[in-house]
């Protein structure tokens, strides 16, 4: 265990991604917390003045300003005042909420999102001070040295840590599986990847990823459903009562009609919604989709919590279809441009040195919660081996579900918990002397 101060203390490992959110103690087998990353928030309009030598700063900024004692050129305007909730797992509702995420195409896009993130996750769930306790965070392999040095800067300037450090997924993930070489092929929330580690370190050259992961696959389903029964799952939050009805059957549910919801808020829950539908009910083919097979297939019945039920049989295999054939099986933007996880693993293979392949086909390392899908790994494995006949094939993913939902924050823990760690992570006294940009020589 790092010490820190002549004190044992436990980093904390925090990895924030498009869809939840991990936060635990180094050492520890399993993160104390596990959330969506998409949380709620309502925007009020504020009364600010904004004063004539520097508009940017509101009322607070301002003694005169607060005294209400409002100077020559100075002006009322109004600015939107974000009320954070991380509590929306269970759905709670509150009028005007919207529901925001903090990451696009991987990399953080709304830093006041992550920020909420880091403080709910420290202080509400870990109940710890960040000021106490050494921080390591995930990135995307292709996140940019910018956005890394904001990273810094948040950890130390306005957490307060002690010591920090940032860490490529795929490397983590690859720890995670107690590996320091391999193909890492991660399908996560919004997008999936493949990106070659060696020893530690990620092959920036060999990454490949598209904007196809999870996440955009709940909403083909959602569409599909859409287009196959006419049906769109009735949120929770917005059913007063329901009936029973017959197979098929659109629900005879009555609503709620709550005022004051959100397009935003509404889109998530039917999310939400769907996810028990797409995690238990779809699967994939161990070879590549054909109706007549598929229908073969023993079928699952599913029912939504609206009372709309049915039998899937075909379309339980056609809708994860689209993780390996986007081009005739996923309907959403950029299809055509899009191909298979399979496809992607063989990039980056290819982009890599002649001599690492092979050592990178004996370790392919599967992460991401979208990776989950019965038979996900048996289509790869034949997917690559038929690509590439004769070369020595192993897939490694956890064994349980929950550990490959969180393969990355494992790797996370075991990196945190060495006892080398300290000769790894920025402390605060390095920032103070290089600051932030000290980041893109220490985490490589
Ligand atoms: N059993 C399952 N079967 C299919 N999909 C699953 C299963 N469990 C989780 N998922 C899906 O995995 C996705 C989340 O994966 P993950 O937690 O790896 O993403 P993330 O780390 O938040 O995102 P990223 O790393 O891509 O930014 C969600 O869309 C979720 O529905
Ligand atoms: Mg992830």
Known sequence: MPTYGGDEVNALVLDIGSAYTRAGFAGEDLPKAYFPSHIGYVETDMEVTETADDPSKGAGASPAASDGDVAMGDRAATRKERQYFCDTE???????????????????????????IWEYAFKTRLRVRAEEHPVIVSEAAWNTSEKRAKLVELAFEKFQCPAFFVCKTPVLAAFGTGRHTGLVVDIGGESASACAVYEGYCLTKTIRRQAL????????????LKAEFNYEPTPLFDIKSKTPTDIQR??????RNRAGVTDSYLSAMRHRLTLEF?????????????????ESKPHKPFEFPDGFNASFSAMRYALPEALFNPKDYYLGPGAGSLVGVHELALRSVVAS??????????????????????????????ALQEAIPGSRLKLYCPTSAIERKVTAWLGGSILGSLGTFHQLWISRAEYDEHGASIVDKRCL
């Open 278 to 294: 797409k995690e238990s009910a779809c699967e994939i083919l161990e070879r590549p989709f054909a109706k007549s097979y598929a």
């Open 213 to 224: 992961g999870g996440e955009q696959l709940t909403a083909h389903i959602l569409s599909q």
């Open 353 to 382: 040195d002649i001599d690492l392949r092979p050592h990178l086909l004996n370790s392919v390392v599967l992460a991401g919660g979208s990776s989950l899908f019965p038979g996900f790994a048996d289509r790869m494995s034949l």
């Open 90 to 116: 269970g759905g709670a509702w509150r009028a005007g909420m919207e529901i925001g995420g903090p990451m696009e195409d991987g990399v953080v896009k709304d830093w006041d999102i992550y920020e909420k």
């Open 250 to 255: 659109l629900p005879a549910v009555a609503r």
